[in-house]
Nanobody
Framework: QLQLVESGGGSVQPGGSLRLSCEAF????????IAWFRQAPGKDREWVAC??????RYGDSYRDRFTISRDRAKNTIYLQMTNLKPDDTSVYYC???????????????????WGQGSQVTVSS
């Protein structure tokens, strides 16, 4: 059974950077499709970025500031976040689609496996 374990959240000032990590356990290689979502208090979970080993996709609000990447040797996927803003304050989740799917999706319901969530707080 695939398990995703996140790390790297924390507090940062506006304009700062953070890198989130999501390590996959229970598989010999990373899932084909892995994404990052975020959820602010009182709001729906929102798609941020996705990697499907061929390319990377981003939500419109993130493509200029966030970068998703894979390290196959470490079975880990990353989300590098730069120029962070107070509105980026959220709990960030990594998620994976079942193995039979090879394309990205922005829908929460298309992902079966989720990390525990990492709090990111952007404040001065």
């Amino acid at each position: 059974q695939l398990q995703l374990v996140e790390s790297g959240g924390g507090s940062v000032q506006p304009g700062g950077s953070l890198r989130l990590s999501c390590e996959a356990f229970g598989m010999t290689s990373l899932p084909v499709v892995i994404a990052w979502f975020r959820q602010a208090p009182g709001k729906d979970r929102e798609w941020v970025a996705c990697s499907n080993i061929y390319d990377q996709r981003y939500g419109d609000s993130y493509r200029d500031r966030f970068t998703i990447s894979r390290d196959r040797a470490k079975n880990t996927i990353y989300l590098q976040m730069t120029n962070l803003k107070p509105d980026d304050t959220s709990v960030y989740y990594c998620a994976a689609r079942p193995a039979e799917y090879s394309y990205c999706s922005p829908r929460v319901s298309d992902y079966d496996f989720w990390g525990q969530g990492s709090q990111v707080t952007v404040s001065s």
